[in-house]
């Protein structure tokens, strides 16, 4: 009953399943890859510390806690100017604001809006009589 259609689906479909998940499996290719990552994140710290001044990097944590994303985002792009030289100095708390705001003008905004319907809130009253 084995169709070899079947089979190859299943084998393609489980290669796909472990290039997507980052290899093999094997236990020793996962700890390189952690130890790698580590590494990078180590030397993305070490570049952020010697970049910022103290205020900015105040300023870049309380960002990381209210939208990780931008904070990832501003991290990275501090990272690549300081490789590229294009960062002298130490960037301060002002520059950093200055940096954020223009990279909230090329962002593009999300047009969420909430709308609110005082009717149907208004009959949902708490206070009725019994």
């Known amino acids: 009953m084995d169709d ?3 089979d ?3 084998q393609q479909r489980l290669a796909q399943l472990q290039s997507q ?3 093999t499996g094997d236990p020793n290719q996962a700890k390189a890859q952690n130890e790698r990552q580590q590494a990078m994140e180590e030397a993305k710290h070490s570049i952020l510390a010697q970049a910022l001044s ?3 990097r105040a300023r870049l944590n309380t960002i990381k806690i209210g ?3 931008k904070a990832a985002m501003v991290e990275n792009m501090i990272c690549r100017m300081a490789q590229s030289g294009q960062i002298q100095n130490r960037v301060s708390e002002p520059e950093l604001i200055q940096l954020l705001e223009s990279l909230n003008q090329q962002m593009p905004k999300s ?3 909430v709308k609110f ?3 149907r809130a208004a009959l949902d009253s708490d206070d009725d009589d019994f």
């Open 117 to 119: 319907d005082r009717r």
């Open 8 to 10: 190859k689906i299943r």
């Open 21 to 23: 998940h980052g290899g």
């Open 67 to 69: 939208k990780p994303e």
């Open 4 to 6: 070899p259609d079947l």
């Open 111 to 113: 047009a969420s809006t």
């Open 54 to 56: 103290q205020g900015a």
